[in-house]
């Protein structure tokens, strides 16, 4: 089944303690993203990857980091998280860049930083 | 980036009547997407609407594009309680990143 996977599904963490978020696809395409959800906000992209090793910031990059360093693999790293980082994210893949091609979506990963 | 502007922010409707919700943007687009979202889980794309379509049909959903007028429309239907979720617009334009909408939230009552 074509999909994208994220691991964990729910994280409860503390201020200052790394964690990465991983997200995996089977469908073998090219282009993958990393969102963050917020009330009143809607999806807003933090990261996004056009191809092995080639990644660029999104519109709310700060404070994440990711890496590509295999094609169905693009995790999402946060250093030192804080409470302004709890949030619902979403990681998708689509065979072509965001707008140009369906994009499908992670079942999505709930953090909350303390 | 350009963001779509959903409008209803909010709607609700009687199960079997038809649900229309719009989206507006500010600048030219190569393409339109629709997708649902249910509540807490993944965006399901619904539509793909390119520049010189003007109208789109998938099923119940009717989704139209007016260039000039910068706005785009869904329709659902004959709706059921299990469209009820959340549904967003996004505009795209080559070389910008692709960012959807705040949403409009469907809610079908039986």
């Known amino acids: 089944e074509a999909q994208v996977t994220q691991n964990p599904r729910y994280l409860i963490t503390v201020t200052g303690k790394k964690l990465t978020v991983t997200c995996s696809q089977n469908m073998n395409h090219e282009y993958m993203s990393w969102y963050r959800q917020d009330p009143g906000l809607g999806l807003r992209q933090i990261y996004y990857s056009m191809n092995v090793e080639v990644t660029d910031k999104g519109d709310v990059p700060e404070g994440y980091k990711v890496s590509r360093k295999e094609k169905r693999n693009f995790p999402l790293i946060l250093e030192s998280p804080s409470p302004n980082q709890t949030s619902l994210y979403f990681c998708?893949?689509?065979?072509?860049?965001?707008?140009?091609?369906?994009?499908?979506f992670g079942p999505g990963t709930r953090l909350t930083v303390l | 980036s350009q963001q779509g502007e959903e409008d209803p922010q909010a709607l609700s409707i009687q199960e079997g009547e038809n649900a229309t919700m719009n989206c507006s943007y500010k600048t030219s687009i190569n393409n339109l997407q629709w997708y649902r979202q249910n509540s807490g889980r993944g965006l399901v794309h619904l539509i793909l609407i390119r520049s010189n379509e003007r109208e789109k049909h998938s099923g119940r959903l009717r989704v139209t594009l007016d260039t000039s007028k910068k706005s785009s429309s869904l329709l659902i239907t004959a709706s059921r309680a299990a469209d009820t979720a959340s549904y967003f617009c996004a505009p795209f334009n080559y070389g910008q990143n692709f960012v959807f909408g705040p949403g409009t939230r469907l809610s079908v009552l039986p």
């Open positions: 998708a893949s689509s065979l072509a860049a965001g707008g140009y091609d369906t994009q499908y």
